[in-house]
């Protein structure tokens, strides 16, 4: 098993640990939503690294069509919990648009579930060989392209209301702004090799949703800290 593998299986085990912790924590306390959103988003993370070592690992195209197909599945639960998660901690009232987020990623979830031939060219695999990996990748239709390239434009939403609350100057925001910036940063690498602009490894599954994870724990577990204190 390559380090790639390696290291998409860590963080998939990684972020299921902090998806469990975070449900059980809101199950604990219903009105901590922020853990709610937090257990969403390291489940959606856990999925996509999950099917990033299933890619990696797989022997031909239905391989890769499964794959695909889980990391369609897990970017749908994280971009919900991580939109909610930023609203909330910034204290930013968007109803509609997160209500057209959580629709948006609903159909995207249900088309992949129910005809997932609709986003992937099952027919068509293309081989990519780059930094010693050798696997198989399909590619995409026109509608998924069209779907990635809206689900990035709602992955700018925490970003935005980052800058704009460290304009202000709240504290506690920077470490939040980092994390979604490098995430940004990542997500364009990823759908650039998904697109097949060029071949490279993926850098999200890899361990890049797991930090974004990690460090949105990492906040809520210090309020916890800090709480147990007093």
Same mark, same amino acid.
């Given at each position: 098993?390559?380090?790639?593998?390696?290291?998409?299986?860590?963080?998939?085990?990684?972020?299921?640990?902090?998806?469990?912790?975070?449900?059980?924590?809101?199950?604990?306390?219903?009105?901590?939503? *922020?853990?709610?959103?937090?257990?969403?988003?390291?489940?959606?993370?856990?999925?996509?690294?999950?099917?990033?070592?299933?890619?990696?690992?797989?022997?031909?195209?239905?391989?890769?069509?499964?794959?695909?197909?889980?990391?369609?599945?897990?970017?749908?639960?994280?971009?919900?919990?991580?939109?909610?998660?930023?609203?909330?901690?910034?204290?930013?009232?968007?109803?509609?648009?997160?209500?057209?987020?959580?629709?948006?990623?609903?159909?995207?979830?249900?088309?992949?579930?129910?005809?997932?031939?609709?986003?992937? *060219?099952?027919?068509?695999?293309?081989?990519?060989?780059?930094?010693?990996?050798?696997?198989?990748?399909?590619?995409?239709?026109?509608?998924?392209?069209?779907?990635?390239?809206?689900?990035?434009?709602?992955?700018?939403?925490?970003?935005?209301?980052?800058?704009?609350?460290?304009?202000?100057?709240?504290?506690?925001?920077?470490?939040?702004?980092?994390?979604?910036?490098?995430?940004?940063?990542?997500?364009?690498?990823?759908?650039?090799?998904?697109?097949?602009?060029?071949?490279?490894?993926?850098?999200?599954?890899?361990?890049?949703?797991?930090?974004?994870?990690?460090?949105?724990?990492?906040?809520?577990?210090?309020?916890?800290?800090?709480?147990?204190? *007093?």
């Amino acid at each position: 098993m390559g380090t790639e593998v390696s290291l998409a299986t860590a963080a998939a085990v990684v972020s299921l640990y902090a998806a469990l912790f975070h449900a059980w924590v809101f199950a604990l306390h219903p009105r901590a939503r *922020e853990h709610l959103w937090v257990a969403v988003t390291a489940t959606g993370a856990a999925g996509i690294s999950s099917a990033t070592a299933l890619l990696y690992l797989g022997a031909d195209a239905s391989d890769a069509f499964q794959a695909h197909r889980l990391a369609i599945a897990g970017a749908t639960f994280v971009m919900v919990g991580v939109l909610a998660f930023a609203a909330s901690r910034m204290n930013v009232h968007a109803p509609r648009f997160l209500r057209s987020a959580a629709v948006f990623a609903a159909t995207v979830f249900a088309i992949d579930a129910l005809a997932p031939q609709l986003f992937f *060219e099952i027919d068509r695999p293309r081989e990519t060989v780059v930094f010693g990996l050798h696997f198989l990748q399909l590619e995409f239709t026109p509608l998924l392209h069209g779907l990635l390239t809206v689900g990035l434009v709602y992955f700018l939403f925490p970003l935005a209301i980052c800058i704009r609350a460290r304009r202000r100057g709240e504290l506690g925001v920077t470490p939040l702004l980092v994390a979604f910036a490098g995430w940004l940063v990542a997500a364009l690498h990823d759908t650039a090799v998904g697109f097949g602009v060029y071949d490279a490894p993926f850098v999200l599954g890899a361990g890049g949703y797991m930090a974004v994870t990690a460090t949105l724990s990492a906040v809520l577990v210090r309020e916890l800290v800090q709480a147990m204190d *007093e």
